[in-house]
């Protein structure tokens, strides 16, 4: 079951924690997530798996900042969020959408218990103006049935900011390193 706006209001500070939260944000059955006002472009063309990849930030400035069609940026949530007791899932906006602007390429899907800011893989179809601040994605909540286990990565929990793939640390592992 999905949650609905007045349940997410009710939970947040219990076992929904977003910060900062402001109900205006509220939808009914999600809440909207705002771009902060940082990005990150990695430098290689050709990314590799298993090896860190080098990137760079970029910071939108108050007039926006135009992307680039078949580039990916990395962008963040400004909000803070907690989950406890149920899967986070994040989507972008239909307004969104319609320009023809991904938020998330294929990590839509939050774990029980993580605990951060939501890393954004941003994608545009062809050239678009965007602006910090604006609401650019939502969260909603399934319940769950079944024993759980709490998100415990030590790739990804707490992050303070923007997060690259830390996928080489499983090549490393599967190493043994």
């Known amino acids: 079951m999905i ?3 007045p349940e997410i209001h009710q939970r947040q500070g219990k076992d929904i924690i977003i910060e900062p939260y402001n109900a205006e944000q509220l939808n009914p059955n999600s809440y909207n997530l705002r771009l902060h006002e940082s990005l990150m472009t990695y430098d290689e063309d050709i990314l590799d798996m298993a090896k860190p990849n ?4 970029l910071t939108i400035p108050d007039e926006g900042l135009v992307l680039q069609p078949h580039k990916l940026y990395l962008g963040r949530t400004l909000e803070r969020t907690e ?5 986070p899932m994040l989507e972008g906006r239909s307004s969104v959408g ?3 602007l991904f938020v998330h390429v294929t990590a839509g899907f939050g774990d029980v218990g993580f605990r951060g800011f939501w890393t954004l893989e941003i994608f ?3 050239p678009i103006r965007i602006y910090k601040g604006v609401e650019i994605c ?3 909540y399934h319940t ?3 024993e759980q286990k709490t998100y ?8 303070k900011g923007i997060q690259p793939s830390m996928l080489y640390k499983d090549f490393a592992k599967m190493r043994g390193e």
Not at 54 to 57: F, G, L, Q, T, V
Not at 83 to 87: E, G, K, P, S
Not at 152 to 159: E, I, L, P, R
């Open 144 to 146: 769950i049935e079944g």
């Open 54 to 57: 080098h990137a760079h930030h």
């Open 3 to 5: 949650l609905t706006g």
């Open 138 to 140: 939502q969260i909603f």
């Open 98 to 100: 319609r320009l023809g």
């Open 124 to 126: 545009a179809v062809q």
């Open 152 to 159: 415990d990565s030590g790739k990804y929990q707490n992050n």
């Open 83 to 87: 989950t406890f007791n149920l899967v």
